[in-house]
């Protein structure tokens, strides 16, 4: 064999040693930052999933909330779609109806494994979109020292409307501090904490059947309870989002406040307790459930693949650990969640709350939707719409969105 033969044989057996060896790429977005324990933690699982599939690797893309969703919404639509995707599981409906994403097959004992009302946040047209990977039930913080202040009798934090009316009349002539942190500025922050108290009220935005159920007495008097304690929030809710009311709670100049688990850790000095969401005359206390999920992206090419990363991030104990390490409401039920109330009895706020909880609502244009809620609590108040007024405006809104 002559020189330039030899050197066409080598380089023709270099290339397929070097094709064998090539792994394929799965492109995984995640809407959030790349530091932190909940991170770190993800990257060690990839990589055992990838140890167990040598023939892939995961590419792993973290972008600002701000941007992400839009941008995992555009690359799908451009036919450039991520594998797989970490992101609020609100966005599922409309990737469904696009036609963007693939359903997650789950069986009958997997799905038992989920609380129901949690499993509702990823279901839509009666098919799963998405694996819970984030979970985040909400509760009332509440500043012991006004209380006492103020005289209150309540030792466990208001339990029902009627506490929290009190408590507002209380805080408000005995103190310097508000006694509410009512967030009513164009933010998605303002719907959530509504939709907090309509669930407490035993209400309903859609029901199981997809049929819009908002024009009804419970979410009437959850207008009526919010009208009712405009007097004791503070001043000008509508230039407030939660974010904006968490340092007046810190610096003892609101009251209460609705939040996460996870806000213990910026309450300040502030002696707080931890309670439910009070419920209304309807209802039981109940929490909104918000989840972030993972979705499966069409025609990336691995898409099987990147279904089975996502279970695996997602089996049982492994997305416990996960849970347990970022801070967040457990997604299922399992030894790890049932010691949380050992560790800290708050926890059980979070906990046995879930079970009457109710999911954002699952339409597909999720942003019309915030518009419109938004809206009707902003004109309520500001006393420019009478309860009725608004759950009737929101009602005819959304048949409105159903259709369309």
């Given at each position: ?48 999933w ?11 893309e973290?972008v ?11 690359l799908?639509?451009a036919?450039?779609p991520?594998?797989?995707?970490y ?17 997650i ?42 209380f ?13 409307w009627?506490?929290m009316i ?10 310097d501090a508000?006694?509410?942190g009512?967030p ?7 719907m959530?904490?509504?939709l ?19 024009n009804?007495?419970e ?27 968490e ?11 609705v ?9 300040g000095d502030?002696?707080?307790g ?15 459930l ?6 499966v ?10 279904m089975?990363?996502?279970k ?11 849970d347990?390490i970022?801070g967040w ?27 009457l ?5 699952q ?18 108040v500001l ?16 048949e ?5």
């Amino acid at each position: 064999m002559n020189v330039k033969s030899c050197l066409l044989a080598s380089a023709a057996a270099l290339f397929l040693g070097q094709a064998a060896s090539a792994q394929t790429e799965i492109s995984f977005i995640n809407c959030g930052a790349p530091d932190g324990a909940a991170p770190e933690q993800q990257n060690i699982d990839v990589a055992e999933w990838e140890a167990m599939n040598p023939d892939y690797k995961v590419v792993q893309e973290y972008v600002p909330w701000g941007q992400c969703q839009e941008k995992a919404i555009t690359l799908a639509s451009a036919g450039d779609p991520a594998a797989l995707a970490y992101m609020g599981s609100r966005t599922l409906p409309q990737l469904s109806d696009a036609g963007l994403i693939l359903p997650i097959e789950m069986s009958a004992e997997e799905q038992s494994s989920y609380e129901p009302s949690v499993l509702s946040t990823v279901k839509f047209d009666g098919s799963i979109w998405g694996l819970p990977r984030a979970f985040s039930t909400k509760a009332v913080f509440y500043n012991k020292a006004l209380f006492a202040e103020a005289g209150l009798d309540m030792p466990d934090g208001p339990q029902t409307w009627d506490d929290m009316i009190a408590a507002g009349k209380a805080i408000t002539e005995k103190t310097d501090a508000a006694a509410f942190g009512m967030p009513a500025a164009s933010f998605d922050n303002t719907m959530h904490a509504f939709l907090n108290f309509i669930y407490s009220n035993g209400g309903e935005v859609v029901n199981a059947d997809g049929e819009v159920v908002f024009n009804s007495p419970e979410v009437v008097e959850t207008f009526q309870f919010y009208k009712d304690m405009v007097p004791f929030a503070q001043e000008g809710p509508v230039a407030y989002d939660r974010g904006k009311i968490e340092p007046l709670f810190s610096e003892g100049k609101v009251a209460m406040i609705v939040q996460s688990f996870g806000y213990r850790g910026r309450t300040g000095d502030v002696d707080y307790g931890i309670t439910w969401i009070p419920n209304g005359p309807s209802g039981d206390h109940a929490t909104l459930l918000i989840t972030d999920s993972l979705a499966v992206f069409k025609g990336s090419g691995v898409e099987e693949a990147a279904m089975s990363l996502a279970k695996f991030l997602n089996e049982p104990m492994r997305q416990a650990n996960f849970d347990d390490i970022a801070g967040w409401t457990p997604v299922r039920e399992t030894d790890i969640s049932r010691a949380l109330v050992d560790k800290d009895p708050n926890w059980k706020y979070y906990l046995e709350s879930i079970k009457l909880g109710g999911p954002e609502p699952q339409i597909i244009d999720y942003t019309a939707l915030q518009d419109v809620m938004n809206e009707a609590i902003q004109g309520v108040v500001l006393g420019e719409l009478s309860p009725e007024d608004a759950a009737k405006d929101v009602a005819d809104e959304l048949e409105d969105l159903m259709e369309d």
